[in-house]
Nanobody, 122 residues
Framework: QVNLVESGGGLVQAGGSLNISCTTS????????VGWFRQAPGKEREFVAV????????NYSDSVKGRFTISRDKDNYTAYLQMNSLKPEDKAVYYC???????????????WGQGTQVTVSS
């Protein structure tokens, strides 16, 4: 059974930073990718970043490129999303997702965490 658990969300002022984590278990790391998505109230879930577990390749949405960094600690089976220069429009519930396809489409991910709230005050 694959499990993904996010942590590290919270309240931060605009311009600040936050690092959220996704602890994983139960999957074949050599095959999988980890994605971060977010969903703001009244909006659809949107792609933020994706990382290939084996070689660390990454991809970002245009809205976060240059501000957010996705990474992983292979020894601790944990993925991270370092968020810098946060803006009020970054406020959302952030979800970690796992899958076997290199994609930005949420429908193609197989496993999801419960989400962690990120709030950015102006």
């Amino acid at each position: 059974q694959v499990n993904l658990v996010e942590s590290g969300g919270g309240l931060v002022q605009a311009g600040g930073s936050l690092n959220i984590s996704c602890t994983t278990s139960g999957w074949l790391y050599t095959r999988y990718v980890v994605g971060w998505f977010r969903q703001a109230p009244g909006k659809e879930r949107e792609f933020v970043a994706v990382l290939k577990w084996t070689n660390g390749n990454t991809n970002y949405s245009d809205s976060v490129k240059g501000r957010f960094t996705i990474s992983r600690d292979k020894d601790n089976y944990t993925a991270y999303l370092q968020m810098n220069s946060l803006k009020p429009e970054d406020k959302a519930v952030y979800y970690c997702a796992g899958g076997t396809t290199w994609t930005t489409r949420s429908s193609q991910y197989d496993w999801w965490g419960q989400g962690t709230q990120v709030t950015v005050s102006s």
